[in-house]
């Protein structure tokens, strides 16, 4: 996707880098900032080396485990070639795992898949595998005809495994007949050009190579660099800030989905989409964790995180002795960072996320206030943008909603939208909604969103209110609305309000305690639920009432509130005849 950073703002990228730096992490710091498939920002501060010249743009460094993604790119190049499965058993290509011992008589034998995902049982091995990049080919065989050992069953869970990219690298070799290192470059690297990419020091102008460093009591100590061995598939690359952003732009340019001709990438677009969609969960937070919520999951050789201000991210970090670097990107933008730093373990990726976020709110920012006409949402991302037909279905759904007719509803709705809720009902809701907000209409300041591009969110505002719309359309080619939703707000002077003001009371005033004088059911946990409040106070200040995002407008209500310092949505449904709180949450909103 061609994004627009023409007016970006890069000194404020530059600003942050210089922060970075002054933490004195690393002697020697480079980034650049990638959009539209190119490098459209770079800057070096430090040194190469101790006493040398800053870094730039085409300085070398080790990139440590951003080298896995190579290596998986190469398996998954591979096995489009039909040359392996990637559920075929490691073994199969590398006979010295045969006579691995399993962690009990029912678990699999690990498959190229399990090694490709970290799922291949072997306990995470950082420390140790960060110092086997050199060892010797004959003395990898030897230990693992014997010597490794798993701790799951493999296909079981995430454990982040080097041993398992070196055994890849191994794979490599048995199917293509080549040493890791030439076939890596003759079928990814040589067709991308990237030119300053490799797999040993020597192979640079030491000009233009970055020495790595330490820190001791007595300073900065150079390490020397390790050679090429086995475990190089793991960690053993060396790249520059330009190569890598090439390289991350091919990732990122496999989005969205098209008939455009083949780009000449090595890989297919497809399969590049496959390597950064989530083959499994690692980490999940509840919804509402403080300061948000977010995932992370591993693709093949990069890691995908999904949260609630930017949606997908992509990366991967390296860590390694005398190095640090991160290359992180936004698939649905097609803008993305690379940070590399010449000391041990330095932490490129906290770079990487400040000046990534920066870009991408300035992007956001320059969309004018109406925004796009809207973007697709989820776990992973999507084509682009909605449907010719949930455009033309939501337009006739404000009609109808302004006007009922029935003619309309009849071409609009499919026959279960009836069979879920009698359109008889659904004018009567509609019309609690005028009366409760006033007459109505889609919100200019609000952009429409589309967690697929067969639905639609969109708010209608009244002066007395604003409330949320919402329509889902099937999977056919000749599409109809299957359901349509429209938050009723609770009437003045309901139990359903009164509930509700009071709930927003107890965030404006943080009472210690739960009030006495507030009823509940026996099984809210009113103690948590003050906590909860309590962290909505801390995170946006105090807050009113705002659109309504759901609810039937007598036991349920969902309502975002606007804060002084953030936002959040408080979710509510009462007992009318107890007039009791039955339950409610409350989510913090970036």
């Not at 006493?51 to 080790?62: E, H, K, L, S």
């Not at 990637?86 to 290509?93: K, P, T």
């Not at 995180?305 to 970090?317: D, I, K, L, W």
């Not at 682009?384 to 003619?407: K, N, Y």
Request: proline share 7%; with cysteine.
């Amino acid at each position: 996707m061609d994004t627009d950073l023409s007016g970006a703002d890069f000194a404020r990228a530059d600003r942050l880098a210089r922060a970075f730096a002054g933490r004195d992490g690393q002697p020697g710091l480079a980034y650049g900032v990638l959009a539209g498939g190119r490098l459209v920002h770079s800057g070096g501060l430090g040194e190469r080396w101790l006493g040398g010249p800053a870094p730039d743009a085409g300085t070398v460094f080790r990139i440590a485990s951003m080298t896995k993604s190579f290596t998986a790119a190469t398996m998954v190049g591979l096995r489009d070639e039909g040359a392996l499965r990637l559920d075929d058993l490691a073994q199969d290509y590398v006979p010295e795992l045969r006579d691995l011992r399993l962690p009990s008589t029912d678990s699999p034998r690990p498959t190229i898949r399990h090694l490709l995902t970290m799922t291949g049982g072997f306990p995470t091995d950082d420390a140790w595998g960060d110092r086997q990049q050199g060892l010797d080919p004959a003395e990898f065989a030897a230990l693992l005809r014997g010597g490794v050992r798993l701790g799951w069953a493999p296909g079981t869970r995430f454990e982040y495994s080097n041993l398992g990219y070196a055994i890849l690298g191994k794979v490599i070799e048995a199917v293509t007949g080549a040493a890791y290192a030439d076939a890596v470059r003759g079928r990814i690297l040589a067709p991308l050009g990237l030119a300053q990419t490799g797999f040993e020091a020597g192979e640079f102008d030491p000009e233009t190579l970055a020495r790595g460093y330490q820190r001791g009591a007595a300073g900065w100590t150079e390490l020397p660099f390790d050679r090429h061995g086995a475990f190089a598939p793991m960690g053993g690359i060396f790249s520059t800030v330009a190569d890598l952003a090439r390289w991350a732009a091919g990732f990122a340019a496999a989005f969205p989905a098209r008939d455009a001709a083949a780009d000449g990438h090595p890989l297919g677009r497809a399969s590049r989409r496959e390597m950064q969609l989530p083959q499994l969960a690692i980490v999940g937070w509840p919804t509402g964790s403080y300061p948000d919520a977010s995932t992370l999951s591993y693709g093949f050789g990069l890691f995908v995180e999904e949260g609630p201000v930017f949606g997908t991210m992509v990366q991967h970090s390296g860590g390694y002795p005398g190095f640090g670097s991160q290359m992180r990107w936004h698939p649905a933008t097609g803008t993305g960072v690379i940070v590399l730093g010449n000391g041990t373990y330095a932490h490129a990726g906290e770079l990487a996320i400040a000046i990534l976020s920066d870009v991408l709110a300035q992007l956001r920012a320059g969309a004018g206030p109406a925004g796009p006409a809207g973007v697709i949402r989820g776990p992973a991302p999507g084509d682009g943008g909605p449907w010719p037909e949930t455009l033309a279905a939501r337009a006739d759904a404000d009609r109808l909603l302004r006007s009922w007719d029935d003619d309309l509803a009849g071409r609009l709705f499919t026959p279960n939208v009836a069979w879920d809720q009698p359109l008889a009902s659904r004018r009567e809701a509609i019309a609690r909604v005028r009366e409760r907000i006033g007459d109505f209409a889609p919100d200019p300041a609000r952009p429409a969103e589309f967690d697929t591009p067969a639905h639609c969110r969109w708010w209608l505002t009244g002066d007395r209110g604003s409330v949320q719309a919402e329509i889902a359309l099937t999977p056919l080619w000749s599409p109809r609305v299957q359901s349509l939703r429209v938050a009723v707000p609770p009437a003045p002077g309901s139990v359903l309000l009164r509930m509700l003001d009071a709930l927003i009371g107890i965030v404006n005033d943080a009472p210690a305690q739960w009030p006495a004088w507030l009823p509940a059911a026996a099984d809210v946990d009113t103690a948590q639920l003050a906590r909860r409040l309590r962290l909505a106070t801390a995170w946006a200040g105090r807050c009113s009432a705002g659109a309504f995002r759901a609810g039937d407008g007598e036991t349920a209500a969902t309502v975002e509130l606007e804060g002084e310092s953030g936002r959040a949505v408080l979710a509510v449904s009462v007992d009318p005849d107890t007039e009791a709180l039955r339950q409610a949450t409350v989510t913090l909103l970036p």
